[in-house]
């Protein structure tokens, strides 16, 4: 079993920066993927930020060029942080870990971006 603890969630304004973190409760080195998903209500989980256990990253369009997905290993976290934020990114952001046909789910955290 795999614990994921998301923080960094808030109210920010259009246009702010907010970094989520995401802590493990073992090496993140031990997963194939980790990553980020957000979910509005009424719609489907999307993929937000994908990060694999050799340092690829792959992002949503909608966030290429103000998303950044990074890692410290000796924490066993990831992070996102997100910059040039828009209203059509409030959501609730899940973190998310991938090995060996088992996906973990953290709790979720808010984001609403509103002026």
């Known amino acids: 079993q795999v614990q994921l603890v998301e923080s960094g969630g808030g109210l920010v304004q259009p246009g702010g920066s907010l970094r989520l973190s995401c802590a493990a409760s073992r090496s993140i080195f031990s997963f194939d993927t980790m990553g980020w998903y957000r979910q509005t209500p009424g719609k489907e989980r999307e993929l937000v930020a994908v990060?694999?256990?050799?340092?690829?990253?792959n992002y949503a369009d909608s966030v290429k060029g103000r998303f950044t997905i990074s890692r410290d290993g000796a924490k066993n976290t990831v992070y996102l942080q997100m910059n040039s934020l828009k209203p059509q990114d409030t959501a609730v952001y899940y973190c998310?870990?991938?090995?060996?046909?088992?996906?973990?789910w953290g709790q979720g955290t808010q984001v609403t971006v509103s002026s």
């Open positions: 998310n870990t991938y090995s060996r046909g088992v996906r973990y």
């Open positions: 990060l694999s256990g050799g340092g690829i990253t």
